[in-house]
């Protein structure tokens, strides 16, 4: 399982859900700190963590998503279930948005879900299972 945003909200609760089940899980974030605590939840509820890969990942960079993907891919092989979780928001109306803001938000929001789906939908299709 490949799993973005887990260092904090939705994506740390995904995380300890699946910790929980025994799931192998790469998750990623672009707060480091925030993944290290969510390795620490899932050490505290489960008592271990060799079940996890964790990656400092910008997902609005496409070249850092191959990278972590073929990190993702050495440690526990073909990703059979992806979680795009990663999402940013401005919280402004259209005419004070931050151009450079918008243009990151179309990126983390849009764009990476379908870089990060290019990654391991084909090791999907080949399986006929994911």
């Known amino acids: 399982m490949f799993l973005t945003g887990a260092g904090s909200g939705l ?4 995380t300890l859900k699946f ?10 974030d672009i707060n480091e700190e925030g993944l290290k605590e969510t390795k620490d939840l899932v050490f ?9 890969c964790l990656i400092k990942l910008d997902v609005s960079n496409r070249d850092a998503i191959k990278e972590a993907a073929i990190e993702a891919r050495k440690k526990f092989g073909d990703v059979d279930i992806l979680i795009n979780n990663a999402g940013i928001v401005q919280g402004k109306e259209i005419l004070d ?18 870089w990060l789906i290019k990654e391991f939908l084909p090791g999907m299709v080949e ?3 994911g």
């Open 11 to 14: 994506g740390r609760g995904m």
């Open 19 to 28: 910790a929980a089940l025994g799931s192998n899980l790469t998750i990623s």
């Open 44 to 52: 505290k509820l489960t008592g271990k963590t060799d079940n996890l």
């Open 97 to 114: 948005l931050n151009e450079k803001m918008a243009s990151l938000s179309f990126k983390v929001n849009m764009e990476c879900h379908l």
């Open 127 to 129: 399986k006929n299972k």
